[in-house]
């Protein structure tokens, strides 16, 4: 395994655990724990409700709010009436629900704390600060304002560079001549940086001056390209706001990461397991 395939997995398990801590995030409870429903002696509290809200498949999540807590009423009747007969069986008192119940209530624990440390932790200058961090990593990458002009063969591009050079007008050139969709826009093509077009236009546009056109036809598989460079300028950064959501996703990460790294230092781990072992290992040593 690579050093690329271990940070990679390393950050699944990250990202894994940071979905895993917001999925089951705890609604906030009311302070009048009211009572919605009974089923036999049992009853169901609004903060009980609440949780089967929170916790709704997402297809259910998209229902409007009344039909929501309908569905998640539903669902928690549902439980009450089978655990009650789980109840009556005896099912709590076996190792097996024992075990799910320790494995449920170390998740819980688990999600609690990273709530606290790591979700209601993240300050909106932490992720400001991480933003230009990421901005400023970025590489200088340009991108060009063109328009084309697409025909089918060598000597009709030859004829379309010929009206140019006796001072034709381009986009006018283009509407009349252009075999290209957007004929009707003057064969503008808008902004794009490298890797949009194909190989041999991408190479023509780049290379030319701000107003130039090509002198001699470019060839690519759809045919034959006359272009013109309308403009160039640095691709501009993505707004705060538009990768907020994203750059508050790498914090908790950070977060999430430093509280692991933390807690190792107080509590051994030892697995017992050698291929499980060397495999924890191998994806920890990558930090």
Known sequence: MSKGDLMLRHKFLASAALALAV????????QEDAIVAKVGEMEIRQSELDLAIANLDPQLQQLPDEQKRVAALSGAIDVKLLAQGAVNEGIRDTEDFKKRMSYITDRELHNSYFRTHVVDAVTEDEVKARY???IAALPKQEEVNARHILVKTEEEAKAVIAELDAGKDFAE?????SEDS???D???LGWFAKGRMVPEFEEAAFALEKGAYTKTPVQSQFGFHVIKLEDRRDVQPPAFEQV??????LVMRDKYLALI??????QKVEIMDEALRKGYE???KAL
């Open 23 to 30: 999925s089951f995030s705890a609604p906030a409870f009311a």
């Open 132 to 134: 230009e961090k990421e």
């Open 173 to 177: 050139l283009a509407k009349t001549t």
């Open 182 to 184: 957007n004929k009707s």
């Open 186 to 188: 003057g064969g503008d």
């Open 244 to 249: 907020e959501p994203q750059i508050r996703q």
């Open 261 to 266: 790294a933390e807690a190792k230092t107080e």
């Open 282 to 284: 191998d994806v920890n």
